[in-house]
């Protein structure tokens, strides 16, 4: 079984840090990646890691600002995320690209954090 779940999501205030987790588990992936979904908006990207070589892509609004970082020892990524704004309100997904695959056609649940001023 594949499984990815996702854990950190809560209400916090401007300017507050946040930290979301992703345990994956079931088999190798090559790509953890985040993507955001805001109310009433399409599920956008956000971050992604590379588990072998740990090289790492941001949208631009979060450059800066948020990190994403993986422990391979532990099959877990995280979103480690600063300075936080009311857009960056959303329901956060955590994604995987099975190695040798193209495609996140992995997902988990999303855990929601809102931003409030």
């Known amino acids: 079984q594949v499984q990815l779940v996702e854990s950190g999501g809560r209400s916090v205030q401007v300017g507050g840090s946040l930290r979301l987790s992703c345990a994956a588990s079931?088999?190798?992936?090559?790509?953890l990646g985040w993507l955001g979904q805001a109310p009433g908006k399409e599920r956008e990207f956000v971050a992604s890691?590379?588990?072998?070589?740990?090289?790492?892509s941001y949208t631009n609004s979060v450059k800066g600002r948020f990190t994403i970082s993986t422990d391979n020892a532990k099959n877990t990524v995280y979103l480690q995320m600063n300075s936080l704004k009311p857009e960056d309100t959303a329901l956060y997904y955590c994604?995987?690209?099975?190695?040798?695959?193209?495609?996140?056609?992995?997902w988990g649940q999303g855990t929601r954090v809102t931003v409030s001023s």
């Open positions: 994604a995987a690209v099975r190695s040798g695959g193209t495609l996140y056609d992995y």
């Open positions: 079931g088999r190798t992936f090559s790509i």
């Open positions: 890691i590379s588990r072998s070589t740990f090289s790492t």
